[in-house]
């Protein structure tokens, strides 16, 4: 059960939560993102956000962390595979990064194939440092060591590269 910051009043958040870890459910507290994958929490919807991870412990901190950093500073830099390692594939049937990213990158799944892997593994996302696609941050985590489009290899901070 999710609790999501943004989407109602920030004591909502903390009931959904309560009442899952009452109930045996496994609590998680997301952070609702506009139309581009960006998140702005309010200060009272910041509290809100830490106090449900304080109830929802270590098990709520996925992919480093991330949604703390973005509810904090609005950043949290990753090396996005998206288009590789997480396709999404519209209504149309064409490959984009992210529901986010629609209209940026697009080509038929038909058509798809390992050099398209291979391109947009390497290519770097300008939308990355305040994404809050926790599903793209999650399997995008399996390569963070790795380079990106001619990099450098950067050193690890708080789980994810800077």
Known sequence: M???VG???????LE?????REHGFTPRVLLLHDEAGQVRPSPEELT???EAQQWV???GREAGDYGRRLAETGRAPFRCRA??????V????????????RGIFAKDLLSY??????EQFETPKACNEGCSLGCVRSTSKLDAWRRQGGERVAPVTNGDPA
């Not at 959904?16 to 899952?20: C, Y």
């Open 7 to 13: 989407s109602t009043a920030p004591g909502e958040v």
């Open 16 to 20: 959904v939560v309560r009442f899952a």
């Open 90 to 101: 519209d209504e149309f049937g064409r490959v984009n990064w992210c529901a986010q990213t």
């Open 57 to 59: 412990g270590r098990g």
């Open 48 to 50: 809100a956000y830490h």
């Open 83 to 88: 288009g590789a390692r997480y396709l999404y």
């Open 113 to 118: 194939g390992f050099e398209d892997l291979r």
């Open 2 to 4: 999710s609790g999501v």
